[in-house]
């Protein structure tokens, strides 16, 4: 029997490798093909490698082709899957060299996100990028080392685009963030995006929201500023932040049904389904999937290398004859702007209206230790919870130190449909040096079910 | 109507606060009696007031007798109860300058541990201290300033005693810890006891497990050595971190009944219940109390102000005319030693064979954060899960930087009744300054998973 992958990153490479561990190469050939050159790596890293804090490309890769080939999983870099053959059960692939065709008995489609561009951004303009894969990563380092860059423009402020701003100060770059909304961050409410706004220009980086990118201007094909509808700001580097969307095109072609969000819809076991039911031996995981909301009940596309590494794992787990399911998100999220830390679980206040809930908001201010504590910080907690029920819709929290993996209290929290009156109750880790008596967590908590 | 509060510590005076928040001065007096000098303090902050980080005691105050006046809440320190008449509704209080009686209608009894004391330690020696007050606190401060003190014999080696021991260091002594079990800190299994040992050695502490001491040495009643099974140790000074048990000899000689562990036991209100119902108008809160470990069902003794400062609340918002519950506890602890940190919730191997479970352990090696980020240092991760069901029972972390707090996630799933198979699709906060895409609770749950 004959597996083939598309996509070598984390949900193609974690799916092959479960699939491996539980059935071995006379079972089960396994082959990967991969357009790129590099597998199982961590694009979230390259914001750091940009930065200048870690050494890249290679620390950023888990697991190289040749470590795959020895635990006897076949990967290809450089090799595009250019069509699928659902009937004919195979794949056509293309090389730098040549084109040719290979059988599959079950096939797993990870073929990730595309970057969203505008018609703006369509064409290639050098010195303007994206930061998808490590190529790209290699690219802007091979720019800013090569040419002569003064400014840097980066165009949207969400996870990645902050975070390659905080990486172009590093790079001593007089940094401009453009953000379209009136907010960075707008996966935060309003409020704490407020502080994330604060955060970012107390950096020194110009922070330019509500303004709308119009165009790229160019000398010799050389990018030279982007011009919004607030002004033309000049830009020896552009970094395109704009969001991706599921990479569905092979699928698409290939009469393989899409979900409503634009993503590909799977079964708990990751099995892609259609309005017809299952596709027989067709599954997908990552990026180019859509998942769950447990809070809201809804689709949605998010895409994110931890949801890309669980789901390819469940994907393998049950193509190698075990049994797993991906039950959904919460909608996590973490980062950082220098030290600001920025964190969120569950729905943010747009997306409870959204989804049709009514809430109450809570937000305190606390500290990440003991008040008397050395290194004693402020933090913001705010939790949304439904209006007379209690249940914790979602939380966010602002903070300079120890501060974001704190959601991960109120992650389990949603996961399990806490109250927040439940909540106030809950046994967290106490020790001056970690939190206060009452943790921020249960303080938000508390103020909460006092809104009720 | 009036409400007498016996203690002015955690417990004690937010039930005082609540109760005060919820019915105005005309409609409750409330008047708290207590024996020391200080109220709501942080017992917990001593080791790091004594080693030196903290400026004490005022700093670890969290508020003092005269803001308590303020708000309407009569706090007498100073004032110790000597005996409560149930039937005429009244306790016997002394000073230094008097006796009398106060007449209540509803009671808290909120008066704390006592320190654990073998016969060897059964009277006061200059140089050996508890550490259980402020007092204690300044008394040691005053010793370490104005005798000269090489040595320091710490015994016990749990939270407290690790910490005195840490503080002690700082103080530029020379400390032997000593334990009459194998390992330091038995709240945690002996392999990851076995981590903590080697960090206490590592500090320059001497560590002396399995040691049982058998008398002090003095000289003009003065502290000179500590007597072992072993051999015997010189000491300038000494610190007992034996324990506590809770405070009841009021509540006994009253005839309030005790529960199963020796402390009061009171329903899910925080009323004093005893084998015959509700005592009336008696209320119980704090390391005086026993709570309900909901993981192993049993009744246990857990002195910690986060339970203490809880209990009092919900005592406080039901005397109030509220409503609230305390639902029992997780057995969520953290401490650190130096740059070792070090969580536990749930049960312990030994809690959970106490309890009658059959269960499987997993242990993980991970690291803070993605492991190509400075920084990154390694964290062991023990999961503990109930053989078939995969129930999670109980987790522990040692590691050197963002680990203690991990546990918050395993206290929040414990609480749940989660299964560790549930938790492997937990959705935590990923970044990679603040996880691998596989955050190590993650790691650890799948490892337990796959032991089942």
Chains 1, 2 share one sequence.
């Not at 006379?26 to 093909?33: K, T």
Request: glycine fraction near 12%; aromatic fraction near 6%; hydrophobic fraction near 45%.
């Amino acid at each position: 029997m004959r597996l083939i992958v598309i996509g070598g990153d984390a949900a193609g490479m974690s799916a092959a490798s479960q699939a491996r561990k539980r059935r071995g190469p006379g079972e089960l050939e396994i082959l990967a093909f991969e357009r790129g050159d590099f597998t199982s790596y961590s694009a979230c890293g390259i914001p750091y490698w940009v930065g200048g804090m870690v050494d890249g490309p290679d620390s950023l890769i888990a697991r190289d082709p040749a470590a795959f080939q020895q635990s006897g999983i076949d990967v290809r870099t450089g090799h595009e899957v250019t069509g699928i053959d659902l009937a004919a059960r195979r794949v056509a692939v293309r090389t730098a060299e040549r084109e040719f065709t290979e059988g599959f008995d079950e096939l797993v489609y990870a073929a990730g996100a595309v970057p969203t561009r505008p018609p703006w951004a369509a064409g290639p303009v050098a010195g303007v990028f994206g930061v998808q894969t490590l190529g790209d990563g290699a690219a802007v380092q091979e720019w800013l080392s090569s040419v002569r860059v003064r400014s840097a423009v980066v165009i949207g402020a969400g996870y990645i685009g902050v975070e390659m701003a905080e990486a172009l100060i590093w790079r001593d770059l007089k940094v401009t963030l453009v953000e379209q909304s009136p907010q960075p961050m707008s996966t935060v409410d309003p409020d704490m995006g407020a502080l994330v706004a604060k955060s970012i220009e107390n950096l020194g980086i110009e922070l330019r929201t509500g303004v709308t990118v119009k165009a790229l201007e160019t000398e010799k094909d050389q990018i030279r500023a982007v011009v919004t509808d607030a002004g033309t700001i000049p830009a020896d580097v552009v970094i395109l932040g704009l969001g991706v969307r599921p990479n569905t095109a092979l699928a698409e072609a290939a009469g393989i049904p899409l979900g409503v969000t634009g993503g590909l819809a799977t079964d708990l076991r990751q099995r892609v389904t259609g309005p017809k039911g299952t596709v027989e031996g067709v599954w997908a995981a990552g990026d180019c999937t859509q998942v769950l909301n447990r809070v809201s009940g809804r689709q949605v596309h998010v895409p994110l290398g931890t949801h890309a590494n669980k789901q390819g794992r469940v994907a393998g787990i049950n193509l190698g004859g075990g049994y797993a399911t991906f039950p959904g998100i919460v909608g996590t999220g973490i980062t950082k702007i220098c030290d600001l830390e920025v964190a969120r679980t569950g729905l943010s206040s747009k997306e409870a209206d959204a989804a049709g809930f009514r809430y109450v908001t809570a937000t305190v201010e606390s500290t990440n230790r003991a008040g008397y504590m050395p290194g004693a910080v402020p933090m913001t907690v705010k939790v949304i919870a439904e209006k007379d029920s209690g249940l914790l819709l979602g939380a966010q929290i602002v903070g300079r130190a120890e501060a974001a993996k704190r959601i991960d209290a109120f992650a389990v929290a949603v996961w399990n449909r806490m109250t927040v009156t439940e909540m106030t109750a809950l046994d967290l880790g106490y020790a001056p040096p970690y939190a206060p008596v009452w943790d921020p967590v249960l303080i938000a908590a508390r103020k909460a079910d006092e809104a009720l």
